[in-house]
């Protein structure tokens, strides 16, 4: 879970040509070929760039703008180069929807893709309501994302992640979790009771919860108190690894190991810097920024020729996966629209309608749109750290939370 105060598959089979076409879309050749120089098709993105502590949000802008010069630079779409706007709303509420009316009244843009303005969706969902205008992806830990008939996730939200803990914990054959949460932001305490909530319906027994404030000196006691109530898999609801550090080694010195949840976009290089995080888990919808599965190829190609994004060092590195998830969310709707010129966003609207477990050539668990109110993003990838090093768990699968 992503906790910023901004906020920050059975494919559908057809014939072989339809299939390579919809390839291509997804997944194009390494080979750059002549820039296109037909219409553009205008999309937007709105993003908390510059606002204090926004560096997690960095890598999601990146990304998208990556996105975009790579399908450029292999012919865009149908022939169509794709031009990106994005907008800085600096953290900033009205700036956020001023943006997005600008982009929809003046720009003109038929969909928005891979918004990292987090919680600052809530100023325009609304609008973007009215003018059926459709967000494909970003930072989706707002409940928008479950129900708004505008907003397509590319992986876990709120609700979903959270169950993913639940449903890997009893993969693993775990009866006891607990929660340690922030306690400056109220979406920390709120995860906290949707974890129990979850876990009784699931039959676990949530045996601990508590917040804490990110600059406590020393947790030892709420240690002392999950070690106690038994807790074997112990979720960390808070903003940064500088924390989550100080949390892990206070445990250690009290000699009490549980295995760590990491949640959401939370995970990065900074819970590589204690042994006391081996064994920790983090749930993602896409493959991991690390994965070298096929799949990925073009992700790290691009990442490598159009980013100054460090992967060893990038805070919330997550969210450059989730950002080109979400490129390639828009390339496989236009796809599926069967638009062939410059589309509409009808055409996207449509395309999006039949997503019918599309996993996007294996970079997503498969999603479901085809009710916009209850939209599928069930299954995740599983990252494990072990001896202070990223690892893919449950050999690199997918597992799906229960339907």
């Known amino acids: 879970m992503h906790v910023s ?136 830990y707002t409940l928008d994302w479950n129900s708004n008939p505008m907003f397509f996730p590319q992986g876990l939200t709120a609700i979903s992640g959270e169950q993913a803990a639940i449903t890997y914990a009893k993969k693993i054959g775990v009866k006891r979790i607990g929660s340690l949460a922030c306690s400056e932001l109220a979406q920390c305490s709120e995860a906290n009771s949707l974890l129990k909530g979850l876990a009784q319906t699931a039959g676990l027994d949530d045996t601990y919860q508590a917040v804490a404030s990110s600059t406590a000196p020393d947790y030892t006691a709420n240690c002392l108190a999950a070690q106690a109530a038994g807790v074997q898999l112990f979720e960390l609801l808070i903003e940064t690894s500088t924390e989550g550090v100080t949390i892990a080694q206070d445990c250690a010195r009290q000699n009490y190991h549980p295995d760590w949840v990491i949640p959401g976009e939370a995970m990065g290089p900074g819970y590589l810097t204690t042994a006391s995080f081996d064994n920790a888990y983090n749930f993602s919808g896409t493959q991991p920024w690390y994965s070298t599965v096929p799949v990925t190829a073009d992700f790290h190609a691009a990442m490598k020729k159009y980013t100054t994004i460090n992967f060893k060092t990038q805070q919330e590195p997550l969210l450059a996966p989730d950002a080109w998830a979400s490129g390639l969310m828009f390339q496989e709707a236009v796809q599926l629209s069967g638009a062939k010129g410059v589309p509409t966003t009808a055409d996207i609207l449509a395309g999006l309608a039949r997503f019918k477990n599309q996993d996007l050539g294996g970079f997503t668990g498969p999603l479901t749109f085809a009710n916009p109110k209850a939209k599928i993003a069930n299954c995740f990838y599983v990252t494990q750290i072990k001896k202070q090093k990223f690892v893919e768990g449950n050999n690199g699968k997918f597992v799906c939370n229960p339907s």
Do not use: C
């Open 5 to 140: 105060g901004r906020y920050q598959v059975a494919r559908i089979s057809v014939a072989l040509t339809m299939t390579l076409a919809i390839a291509w879309a997804i997944a194009p050749s390494a080979q750059a070929v002549a820039s296109p120089s037909a219409a553009p098709i205008v999309i937007g993105n709105v993003g908390s760039y510059s606002a204090a502590g926004a560096a997690g949000n960095l890598p999601g802008g990146q990304a998208i703008e990556a996105w975009s010069k790579w399908v450029n630079a292999h012919g865009g779409i149908n022939g169509h180069p794709i031009k990106l706007i994005e907008k800085n709303d600096q953290g900033n509420q009205a700036l956020a929807v001023s943006d997005v009316e600008q982009l929809v009244q003046q720009d003109h843009v038929i969909a928005f893709v891979a918004n990292q303005d987090g919680s600052l969706i809530t100023g325009y969902t609304s609008y973007l309501d009215q003018q059926d205008i459709p967000v494909l992806g970003g930072s989706i």
